[in-house]
C-alpha cells in the first residue's frame, strides 16, 4: 500500500509538490502507444539521421563510443481531458483525520492534471459551485498546470449545486475528450446527474469518482449527535448506535443505485474513499486512457 496517505500530502500544504509525489509513481508504462518518437519511456537507439531532433541525441554514449545514436521512446498519442469539480457545500464534510472530501479533491485533481500532461495532454479544468461556473479551457502549454493549481489552492466550497443554464457552456459544443468528474454526488434533484449525461452525450468518455468518507461508510458515530445539512442547514437529532443498522442498510442501498444508474447512463463509475491514497482513482484514470489511445 501507498506510504502517501491524503493526510501526508495535504500535510504539506504544497499543492504541485503533493501532485507529483502522487502521480509520479504511476508514469511508467501509460498509454504508450506503438509509434516510436520522443514519448516517456525509452525503447531502443537508432544512429542518427541529418535532420534528426538533436535534442534527443544519447552524448553519454556519444562520449563513450564516438559515435551519434538518439534514444527512441514510445510515443504517447495526446487527449483532451477536462477535469470537472463539483464545490458545492457538502464537499466539506470531514472525516475522522480531520481532512474534507474538497480537500482530497484538490488533491486527486492535482494529480490527474500533472500526469495528464507529463503524457502530452491538453487540460481543463471547471469547478462548480453556487457561485456560478469558474472554467479553464483544456491547453497543454507549460503554463496550465500552475493555472490549474492556482484555481485548486482558491476553491471554496459554498452554498448548493448551480443551475443547469449556468452549466450550459460545459455541453455547447461537442468534442471528443476524456471528463473527469470529482463528487460526493449529494443532489437535491438530479442536477449533477443530468449534466454528466449531457457530457457523456457531447465528449463521450465520463470517468466518474465518487468520493465517500471512511465515517459515512462506517458511521462511527456514538450516542446522541446532531447532524446539520451542509448546504440547507438543516439539523437532525439521532442515536447512532440505535440507528447505525438501519443507515448502513439504506447507504449501501443508495450506492448501488448510484452506480447501476451511472452504468447505465454509460458513465465509468468508481467509489472513492477519501481515507485510502489516491492509487485506485489514478490507475482508473489510466486505464480509462489506455482505453481511449
Not at 120 to 132: K, N, R, T, W
Not at 139 to 167: C, I, K, N, S, W
Request: aromatic share 6%; net charge neutral; glycine share 6%.
Amino acid at each position: 500500500m501507498s506510504l502517501l496517505t491524503p493526510e501526508l500530502l495535504f500535510a504539506l500544504r504544497n499543492l504541485p509538490l503533493a501532485a507529483r509525489q502522487a502521480a509520479e509513481g504511476f508514469l511508467a508504462g501509460a498509454h504508450a502507444s506503438r509509434r516510436h518518437g520522443a514519448g516517456l519511456e525509452f525503447s531502443q537507439y537508432r544512429p542518427y539521421q541529418p535532420g534528426d531532433d538533436l535534442r534527443r541525441l544519447d552524448w553519454r554514449l556519444a562520449a563513450r563510443s564516438d559515435r551519434y545514436y538518439l534514444r527512441e521512446s514510445e510515443v504517447d498519442t495526446s487527449l483532451t481531458v477536462n477535469l470537472v469539480l463539483d464545490a458545492s457545500a457538502s464537499m466539506n464534510h470531514r472525516d475522522a483525520h480531520g481532512l474534507t472530501k474538497l480537500d482530497y479533491a484538490r488533491l486527486l485533481l492535482a494529480a490527474l492534471a500533472y500526469l495528464a500532461q507529463k503524457q502530452g495532454d491538453a487540460v481543463g479544468l471547471s469547478i462548480l459551485s453556487a457561485s456560478g461556473l469558474q472554467h479553464l479551457p483544456a491547453r497543454a502549454d507549460a503554463r496550465q498546470l500552475p493555472r490549474l493549481y492556482h484555481a485548486l489552492e482558491a476553491v471554496a466550497a459554498t452554498g448548493a449545486f448551480p443551475e443547469a443554464a449556468v452549466l450550459a457552456p460545459l455541453t455547447a459544443r461537442r468534442q471528443r475528450a476524456l471528463t473527469v468528474c470529482v463528487s460526493d454526488l449529494y443532489e437535491e434533484t438530479d442536477e449533477l446527474t443530468r449534466l454528466l449525461g449531457r457530457l457523456r452525450a457531447t465528449s463521450g468518455d465520463v470517468l466518474l469518482l465518487h468520493l465517500v468518507a471512511d465515517n459515512e461508510l462506517n458511521f462511527s458515530y456514538k450516542g446522541p449527535v446532531t447532524f446539520r445539512d451542509l448546504e440547507t442547514g438543516q439539523t437532525v437529532q439521532v442515536d447512532a448506535d440505535q440507528q447505525r443498522a438501519s443507515y448502513q442498510t439504506q447507504l449501501q442501498a443508495w450506492l448501488r443505485d448510484t452506480a447501476q444508474q451511472a452504468r447505465r447512463q454509460g458513465l465509468d463509475y468508481h467509489l472513492v474513499n477519501i481515507a485510502e491514497p489516491l492509487d485506485g482513482a489514478l490507475r482508473e484514470f489510466l486505464k480509462r486512457r489506455q482505453r481511449m489511445s
